[in-house]
C-alpha cells in the first residue's frame, strides 16, 4: 500500500532553516511527480513546490528563492529544504502523490516559526 511518511519538522526562529523529508513506500516513486504542500491553522491547504519524475521544479510565489524542493530516487525520498522561514511559514506540512488518479498524503509535520 502506498505509505508517505514526512519527518523533520519543528519550531525555529524567524530568519532559520528547516529541512523536511518524505519517504515513501508502495509505489515506483521515480515515476511520480511529488509534491509538497502545507496548511496553516484556519487556511486552506495550499501548494508549496513540485518535483517531476525527471527533476523538474515548480514553486508557490511566496516561497521562491527560500525553499527547494529535491528528490532521491535511490532512496524513495523527497525533500524540502527551507531557508530565511519567517512567522507565515508556520504550518503543517504534508507531500502528496496521485496515482491513478488517487491522491495519497502523509500524515504531516508541523512547523512553527517563532518571531
Known amino acids: 500500500q502506498v505509505q508517505l511518511v514526512e519527518s523533520g519538522g519543528g519550531l525555529v526562529q524567524a530568519g532559520g532553516s528547516l529541512g523536511l523529508s518524505c519517504a515513501a513506500s508502495g509505489f515506483t516513486f521515480s515515476s511520480y511527480v511529488m509534491a509538497w504542500f502545507r496548511q496553516a491553522p484556519g487556511k486552506q491547504r495550499e501548494l508549496v513546490a513540485i518535483i517531476t519524475s525527471l527533476g523538474g521544479t515548480n514553486y508557490a510565489d511566496s516561497v521562491k528563492g527560500r525553499f527547494t524542493i529535491s528528490r532521491d530516487n535511490a532512496r524513495n525520498t523527497v525533500y524540502l529544504q527551507m531557508n530565511s522561514l519567517n512567522p507565515e511559514d508556520t504550518a503543517v506540512y504534508y507531500c502528496?502523490?496521485?496515482?491513478?488518479?488517487?491522491?495519497?498524503w502523509g500524515q504531516g509535520t508541523q512547523v512553527t516559526v517563532s518571531s
Open positions: 502528496r502523490v496521485i496515482i491513478g488518479g488517487r491522491l495519497y
